[in-house]
């Protein structure tokens, strides 16, 4: 048998690596060899362990639609609190993700102080972000995590899906945010951004809120 070390391998960005047959002790030795500060995320479902290595795009659409959605908690004075790419993971159900983004928004208080957290006794994320530049999302792991609401962008949109008898179900608005359709408006100033700055549109994004 041939034994690699997890830092033989370089992974391209917009590219992945699945190892098979990884068992949970395994996963659990590659998260801590892996660190927190690094640029790869991963995905773990029953033995399968994905690595993968986003894109610049991926990361820069994921940054602004989370300060937009961060502004938008701001002006209505809801408080929230984001655990960016955190690693979430259920060992009783083999499951393990790092979202691009999430939020404790109705069970902010509930963690609020919190360093760490353990899904067996703590509530997952009220709303993960996936940016699917290279259709990386699991929503499966995330259904099976407990995680109510997903939102998925792929191109110009943002899909909202919303966690029903344990599956997820489209949805035409954000039953967080309901009446906003934020999946509608957000995509706007995504690509406003690139045209007159992220200030400029982060501005022009809360001025809209205040107006509505």
């Not at 963690?111 to 972000?129: E, F, M, V, Y």
């Not at 509608?184 to 001025?207: C, D, H, L, W």
């Amino acid at each position: 048998m041939v034994t690699l070390q997890l830092r033989q391998l370089d992974i391209p960005p917009g590219q992945r690596v699945l190892l098979h047959d990884v068992t949970w002790h395994e996963f659990e030795s590659i998260l801590e060899e892996l660190g927190e500060h690094r640029g790869t995320r991963i995905a773990y479902d029953n033995g399968i362990l994905e690595i993968m290595a986003p894109l610049p795009e991926h990361e820069d659409d994921k940054e602004i639609i989370s300060d937009l959605l961060k502004d938008f908690l701001e002006e209505l004075d809801i408080e929230f609190r984001t655990l960016g790419s955190t690693t979430f993971k259920n060992q009783a159900m083999f499951k393990g993700i790092e979202p691009d983004q999430c939020f404790y928004i109705q069970n902010e208080s509930v963690i609020r102080g919190k360093k760490r957290l353990d899904l067996t006794i703590d509530p997952p994320p009220d709303l993960a972000l996936e940016v699917d530049v290279t259709s990386r999302t699991h929503p499966e792991t995330y259904a099976a995590l407990g995680v109510p609401e997903l939102w998925r962008r792929e191109g110009d949109r943002i899909q909202i899906y919303v966690l029903q008898s344990g599956q997820y179900v489209e949805m035409t608005d954000s039953p967080t945010f309901p009446g906003w359709y934020l999946h509608t408006v957000i995509p706007t100033y995504v690509e406003q951004s690139r045209k007159i700055g992220r200030n400029k549109t982060m501005r022009a994004f809360r001025a809209w809120v205040r107006e509505k």
